[in-house]
C-alpha cells in the first residue's frame, strides 16, 4: 500500500516555473514505479513522465516536449516535477501516481492532485 500527497501547485504566469512535490509513504517505496499525470476539465488524463527506482525515464514527449523533468529521492520517499516554460494549456490538477510495473493514466495508487493554473 502506498499513499501519496502532492504539494506545489498554484498560480503562475505564462513562462513561468514550478515545482510539484509528491510526498510517499508505505512500504518498498524504491520499488515502485512514480509518475505524474494530469487532467484538465473537460479532458482525458494526459500522461507526463515516470521513473523507475533505479531512475530510468520516460517521458510523453508530446505533452512536455522537454519543459518537464521528473526525479525522484528514495531516501526521502519523494518524487518531483519541475515545470518550466508554462503554458495556459498546461492548466490542469496534477496527480502523482505510483505502480508496481509501468504508471499510466489508472495507476494503481494515486494522490489527490494539485491544481495549476497558468494565466496572465
Known amino acids: 500500500q502506498v499513499q501519496l500527497v502532492e504539494s506545489g501547485g498554484g498560480t503562475v504566469q505564462p513562462g513561468g516555473s514550478l515545482r510539484l512535490s509528491c510526498a510517499a509513504s508505505g512500504r518498498a517505496f524504491s520499488t515502485y514505479v512514480l509518475g505524474w499525470f494530469r487532467q484538465a476539465p473537460g479532458k482525458e488524463r494526459d500522461f507526463l513522465a515516470a521513473?523507475?527506482?533505479?531512475?530510468?525515464?520516460?517521458y510523453n514527449g508530446a505533452s512536455v516536449k522537454g519543459r518537464f523533468t521528473i526525479s525522484r529521492d528514495n531516501a526521502k520517499n519523494m518524487v518531483y516535477l519541475q515545470m518550466n516554460s508554462l503554458k495556459p494549456e498546461d492548466t490542469a490538477v496534477y496527480y502523482c501516481?505510483?505502480?508496481?510495473?509501468?504508471?499510466?493514466?489508472?495507476?494503481?495508487?494515486r494522490g489527490q492532485g494539485t491544481q495549476v493554473t497558468v494565466s496572465s
Open positions: 521513473i523507475t527506482g533505479t531512475g530510468v525515464i520516460t
Open positions: 501516481a505510483a505502480d508496481s510495473v509501468r504508471v499510466s493514466i489508472n495507476p494503481t495508487y
